[in-house]
């Protein structure tokens, strides 16, 4: 993130915490929103939940800010709310009933556009890691944070995030060495 | 990748945190090898690629500028009103509340009677122009159901129809 964008966010973040209101707390939505809402799409949600989910994690942000004990770990506690959220969705979704769900090719020909995420080169390198590597590659890949917020967004050691970069790049130089170069 | 690296050395240089005699050292290494070159290029290649991809990846993302304002506009209103956004607000429909409603008296004055009682006052309350009870006569049905219940079982038992009635939200039109 370019230092300018980066002081910028950090203005409207500290102006928010400092002085919650309908008018920082817009300002902040402005900011975040596209953040949310590409975290869960690039997760799987389609555009409707994905802004649900965005809601819900704004909604406890708003409620939640005075709990922010650190202004400067506004965005891996933001990313953790966001995970909480998605986990819980996944719970919910398991719990019901199965419906019968439209193959990715037919929603298109409905006039759903398909998740970009799905039919990515991405979304190809993702598939051949690991869970826990994939979560942090897309944390630090998509979502753009640096090491030690996606250590403090999982709760492990920095070193550990660097680790499973180092081997997920490994990983997938070895897989995909011929097609990427 | 070994040549007297360790691989916890190899990740700090990738990382940019290893010593700098450590990093000169590796340096000059992979200005001499070729497989410990080729092995660290391509790290540095995938780390562009994924970045490039991230890049590609989140603009696909996005939603259209117009969709994005109206969400967060609707959004921000909603938090800030202290509705849980999303939700929609508790409602019932005129059957619900009917059922409700019965439920509540049957204890009280019993099946027949709270049957009865329903009955009347939604006659009293609908015209036919109305096509029966709906939102927009609810209030006038509960007050009449209260009064009717009031004469029967007391005036305790309508003032509690009454207020339980009126504090139902009905949907429609």
């Given amino acids: ?181 | 990748m070994h040549h007297d690296i360790s691989e916890q050395e190899w990740l700090d240089y990738v990382s940019g945190v290893l010593a700098p005699a450590r990093a000169a050292f590796i340096r000059s290494h992979a200005a001499t090898c070729v497989k410990c070159a080729r092995t660290l290029g391509s790290f540095a290649e995938w780390h562009d690629l994924m970045m490039q991809e991230g890049s590609r990846l989140r603009s696909a993302l996005e939603l259209p500028s117009d969709e994005m304002e109206s969400f967060i506009a609707d959004s921000v209103e909603a938090i800030c009103a202290g509705e849980r956004p999303g939700s929609r607000s508790w409602s019932w429909s005129v059957a619900e509340g009917l059922f409700f409603m019965r439920v509540l008296m049957e204890p009280i004055c019993g099946a027949g009677t709270a049957r009865a009682s329903i009955k009347l006052a939604v006659e009293r309350s609908t015209t036919r122009s109305e096509g029966g009870l709906c939102r927009r006569n609810w209030q006038l049905f509960v007050a009449n159901l209260s009064e009717v219940v009031a004469s029967i079982c007391g005036l305790a038992a309508g003032s509690l129809v009454k207020h339980a009635g009126a504090s139902l939200a009905i949907a429609g039109a």
């Fill in chain 1, 1 to 181: 993130m370019p230092a300018e964008s980066a002081s910028r966010n950090h203005e409207v973040i500290e102006r928010f915490l400092g002085a919650p209101s309908e008018d920082s707390f817009s300002s902040l939505f402005h900011l975040v929103a596209p953040w949310m809402v590409g975290y869960f799409r690039a997760r799987g949600c389609d555009v409707e939940m994905a802004k649900d989910l965005t809601q819900e994690v704004m909604l406890s942000v708003y409620k939640a800010s005075h709990a922010l004990r650190s202004r400067d770990r506004f965005r891996p506690w933001l990313y953790r709310i966001a995970q909480n959220v998605l986990l819980r969705h996944f719970r919910d979704e398991s719990r019901r009933v199965p419906t019968v769900r439209l193959n990715a090719e037919a929603e298109e020909a409905c006039g759903r556009p398909q998740n970009p995420y799905l039919r990515s080169q991405f979304s190809e390198w993702m598939a051949s890691l690991n869970p826990d590597e994939r979560q942090i590659m897309l944390l630090r890949y998509v979502d753009e944070l640096e090491h030690h917020e996606i250590a403090a967004v999982l709760e492990i050691p920095i070193g550990t995030v660097q680790w499973k970069i180092f081997h997920s790049k490994k990983k997938l130089a070895a897989r995909f060495a011929t097609e990427a170069t």
